[in-house]
């Protein structure tokens, strides 16, 4: 009995020990639910992927319809759950598509959950660095607005055909910026099928002391109130009425007497070294890139406390012919530093103001029809490095672009006022068999004795121009709604020419040395075969100091 007792004793105890005392020899389960990579299927993610990050964005081509996610384990014990049955084809609308990824670690109890709104794009962003220059360098910062609210940003975008995504029916305000360059908006941007693309102007900072963001327009009105323009008192009254330019409004042109613009910008340096800031106003026209019309009186006032600056600008109507039909009004607004904003308001005039009545047709010409293509090379080499104001120092090389720039001269043999209203310009693909019409410069009637003669420019800026393309180009002066009156009967051809590299040999960097004369600078061009003037007519190379 003792002996049985003793040795039952022994059987628990030696159970005791093994259960409640550890050996050194117990697995411990992982806690690590990360991912090591996440990612779609060609494309990047809006910003790199860390661990630690557990949402991300993607923009992709309206093309597809669907698209591949990747997820990898940052340890092969833990397991992932997808929220879309097959991740190697996940289903794409047009707009923001949400996937997530749910990471369990080994123990069972720590988990993770990750994010990527994928957004199926319909249109294409672009940012060039002047009206007639490049796409830049940079990499470009782009954030969509809707009734004020940011719908969603890119952080990591291209200046050339980056994906965007509108819906139709809204109106979006668009901002670009990128380092050492002002930024630019584009606000009451409305997508349409086929026509959605947005091309935005980030110029380099004139003055680095200004900030990178664009200035705010406020107001966009007119008033049919019969004013002096140059009466301010008259113009400030509370008195007056301003409707606002909506887009799609019928409007009476005849009775439209003032444009009133109202911007607000910041200045971030002593209000008295405000230099001025632009505003210009178009009809059927990019302001800045033909001129634009300027204010004839202007009032500005100055915030300290926010260190903002509120202009008002006026527009004198009188005398300006606008026909019947569909226009588009712009308005664009320049500060000192080069930050720009443009807003662009589709209008139907249903009374307009008068025409020419002139026949375009008889006793009118073109004095030749000039159509050159512009391809500025993938890359730029800078000699040195500027000494100070950093926001002016060259970025590095970006993707190539090109453009085309068409001048012509319209002349009459009558030397009658106001012949012509503006001119349109079309282009052909296929060898002048068909053309598309591509813009419309309307001029109006601004100055009395000003008989549109002289000579006129538009710049091609669509990012689709094909490399070694041919294209012709045609223009139409018109002098008001009647076809019959319109002169055509010029057209001009021109190749895109292929994309190069331009790289200085000489002198070395460095070598300069201050009071010695100017050097000989020596070029190499990548593709030679491009000095011959049947595929080029000349190049230019652009030294600065």
């Known amino acids: 009995m ?26 411990v389960l992982s806690s690590n639910a990360n991912l090591e990579f996440l990612g779609v299927g060609g494309y990047e993610l809006d910003s790199t992927f860390s661990a630690s990050t557990t949402s991300y964005k993607a923009f992709v081509d309206g093309t597809m319809s669907s698209i591949s996610l990747i997820a990898r384990l940052a340890d092969s014990d833990a397991s992932l759950s997808w929220s879309v049955a097959d991740p190697s084809a996940a289903p794409l609308a047009y707009g923001k598509n949400s996937f997530t990824v749910s990471v369990t670690a080994e123990d069972g109890q720590t988990k993770k959950t990750y994010s990527i709104d994928v957004w199926r794009c319909n249109a294409y962003g672009n940012v060039i660095d002047s009206v007639g220059g490049s796409y830049l360098s940079q990499t470009v910062s782009y954030k969509v607005y809707a009734g004020g609210s940011l719908v969603y940003s890119v952080d990591r975008g291209s200046s050339k055909d980056q994906p965007l995504y509108f819906a139709s029916g809204t109106a979006y305000k668009v901002v670009a910026g990128a380092d050492g360059r002002a930024a630019s908006s584009k606000d009451n941007f409305r997508y349409s099928e086929g026509d959605g ?19 705010s327009i406020v107001s966009f009105a007119y008033t049919t109130t019969d004013l002096d323009v140059d009466n301010l008192a008259a113009l400030q ?112 005039v249903a009374a307009g103001v008068g025409s020419t009545t002139k026949d375009l047709s008889v006793g009118h010409y073109i004095d030749g029809l000039r159509v050159v293509s512009r391809t500025y090379g993938v890359s730029r080499q800078y000699y040195s490095k500027r000494l100070g104001m950093d926001a002016l120092d060259p970025g590095a090389s970006g993707p190539a672009t090109c453009r085309v720039t068409l001048t012509f001269g319209l002349y009459d043999d009558a030397d009658e006022d106001e012949t012509f209203l503006g001119f349109r310009v079309y282009r052909s693909a296929d060898g002048g068999s068909s053309f598309k019409w591509i813009g419309t410069v309307n001029y109006g009637g601004w100055r ?71 050097p000989t600078l020596k070029y190499s061009l990548s593709d030679t075969a491009l000095w011959n003037p049947d595929k080029s007519t000349g190049f230019c190379f652009a030294p600065a100091i």
Request: charged content about 20%.
């Open 237 to 348: 009254d509370a008195g007056v009425t301003w409707t606002e330019l909506s887009e799609g409004a019928n409007l009476n042109a005849s009775t439209m007497t003032i444009v009133r613009a109202v911007v607000t910008a910041k200045a971030e340096v002593d209000p008295t070294s405000w230099a001025g800031q632009g505003i210009m106003f178009g009809i059927d026209e990019l302001p800045g890139f033909f001129g634009g019309y300027y204010p004839q009186n202007t009032d500005s006032t100055y915030t300290e406390a926010t260190d903002t600056f509120r202009a008002e600008a006026y527009i004198d109507l009188g005398g300006m012919y606008i026909d019947n039909g569909e226009h588009v009004v712009s308005l664009v607004v320049y500060d000192r530093s080069g930050n720009r904003s443009q807003r662009d308001v589709k209008v139907n």
């Open 448 to 518: 009395a004795g000003w008989k549109g003669d002289g000579v006129h420019t538009y710049y091609d800026l669509d990012p689709d121009l094909e490399a070694g393309r041919c294209y012709v180009y045609k223009v139409t002066a018109f002098s008001d709604g009647n076809p019959a009156h319109d002169f055509s009967d010029i057209s001009a051809p021109v190749v895109i020419t292929s994309p190069y590299t331009v790289r200085l040999d000489s002198p070395a960097d460095g070598s300069i040395v201050a009071g010695n004369s100017v």
């Open 197 to 215: 693309d947005i091309t935005l102007v980030c110029q380099k900072h004139e003055q680095s002391t200004f900030p990178a963001e664009a200035p």
């Open 2 to 27: 003792i002996k049985k007792s003793l040795a039952g004793a022994g059987f628990v105890l030696a159970a005791l020990l093994l259960i409640g005392c550890p050996t050194g020899n117990e697995i």
